[in-house]
T-cell receptor, first 115, second 113 residues
Framework: NAGVTQTPKFRILKIGQSMTLQCTQD?????MYWYRQDPGMGLKLIYY???????DKGEVPNGYNVSRSTTEDFPLRLELAAPSQTSVYFC??????????????FGQGTRLTVV | TQLLEQSPQFLSIQEGENLTVYCNSS?????LQWYRQEPGEGPVLLVT?????EVKKLKRLTFQFGDARKDSSLHITAAQPGDTGLYLC?????????????FGQGTTLQVKP
């Protein structure tokens, strides 16, 4: 049972470089999310998608881009990396929210350092 | 903007003690989720509460959703070292048909043997 898989697990970027964080899920979930986690700050939503071809901004989208060409994959693109993007990034997915609340499944995270 | 204030941020206790973690907001949430996160891992869902006043129990953990659906608490009875970790509350934003979650800052719990 793979669930939500993120790659890479660790990455060091130089200021101004670009990279793509990969996220794939095998649960056939339409809803997918990217969060970043900074110490003492909980998780903040970057972008989300409610289905293939549909994406929208979250609370902290600046400096990031996403695409959703398939149900399974939701990559996060960092253009012109900045030290402020040093963080741990989590991808999550869930079924359409219903009466039972939101049961989100998270990947193991990508720890990114920008130097 | 909906916010969730979680307290305390840090808790260090001895094995066998009881503890309560609080999650408070001035906003109404459609649901409230509690997650536990181990170092180097993603959050794992413990429970979801959706009805005001709802109480759910998971072995030694008791979760409560406030009557007005603005706050929640997590109570652990007779804590064990295996309970050590980061506990996060998360509220379903707005009408929550998008599934977006608003997270509290987290409570780092250390249970010493």
């Amino acid at each position: 049972n793979a669930g939500v898989t993120q790659t890479p697990k660790f990455r060091i970027l130089k200021i101004g470089q670009s990279m793509t964080l990969q996220c794939t899920q095998d649960m056939n979930h339409n809803y997918m999310y990217w969060y970043r986690q900074d110490p003492g700050m909980g998780l903040k939503l970057i972008y989300y998608s409610v289905g293939a071809g549909i994406t929208d901004k979250g609370e902290v989208p600046n400096g990031y881009n996403v695409s959703r060409s398939t149900t399974e994959d939701f990559p996060l693109r960092l253009e012109l990396a900045a030290p402020s993007q040093t963080s741990v990034y989590f991808c999550a997915s869930n079924r359409r929210p219903g009466q039972g609340g939101i049961e989100a499944f998270f990947g193991q995270g990508t720890r990114l350092t920008v130097v | 903007t909906q916010l969730l204030e979680q307290s305390p941020q840090f808790l260090s206790i001895q094995e066998g003690e009881n503890l309560t973690v609080y999650c408070n907001s001035s906003s109404v949430f459609s649901s409230l989720q509690w997650y536990r996160q181990e170092p180097g891992e993603g959050p794992v869902l413990l429970v979801t509460v959706v009805t005001g006043g709802e109480v759910k129990k998971l072995k030694r953990l008791t979760f409560q959703f406030g009557d007005a659906r603005k706050d929640s608490s997590l109570h652990i009875t007779a804590a064990q070292p295996g309970d050590t970790g980061l506990y996060l509350c998360a509220g379903g934003e707005g009408s929550s048909n998008t599934g977006k979650l608003i997270f509290g800052q987290g409570t780092t719990l250390q249970v010493k043997p």
